[in-house]
């Protein structure tokens, strides 16, 4: 079974920055047929997608998101990244990396987590 290993997560204040990274490892999640994504929870809600990855290398990301947040990968180093910019209090949460075989609905590989947390 594949591990996912999120860093990067931290304090920030409102219109800061945060790079977040997963390292994927134990098989390839850079083959064409794995799509990884991120997701998170904030203390008291339910589990919200982010931003992942679609069959054709296609994006995908929540509208709350948009415009501030990027979605990338360098599947020669087995890796996730999420560029999060001009973050706001709301970004607070818990963020977890997630894999999955592309065009299947069941995310099959979780992360521990990395917390940001953005005030005000």
């Known amino acids: 079974q594949g591990q996912l290993v999120e860093s990067g997560g931290g304090s920030v204040q409102a219109g800061g920055s945060l790079r977040l990274s997963c390292a994927a490892s134990?098989?390839?999640?850079?083959?064409?047929?794995?799509?990884k994504g991120w997701f998170r929870q904030a203390p008291g809600k339910g589990r919200e997608q982010v931003a992942r990855?679609?069959?054709?290398?296609?994006?995908d990301y929540a509208d709350s998101v948009k415009g501030r947040f990027t979605i990338s990968q360098d599947n020669a180093k087995n890796m996730l990244y999420l560029q999060m910019n001009s973050l706001k209090p709301e970004d607070t949460a818990m963020y977890y990396c997630?894999?999955?075989?592309?065009?299947?609905?069941?995310?099959?590989?979780w992360g521990q987590g990395t917390q940001v947390t953005v005030s005000s």
């Open positions: 990855y679609l069959s054709g290398g296609r994006t």
């Open positions: 134990g098989y390839t999640y850079s083959s064409s047929s794995y799509c």
């Open positions: 997630a894999a999955r075989r592309c065009g299947y609905p069941n995310w099959e590989t």
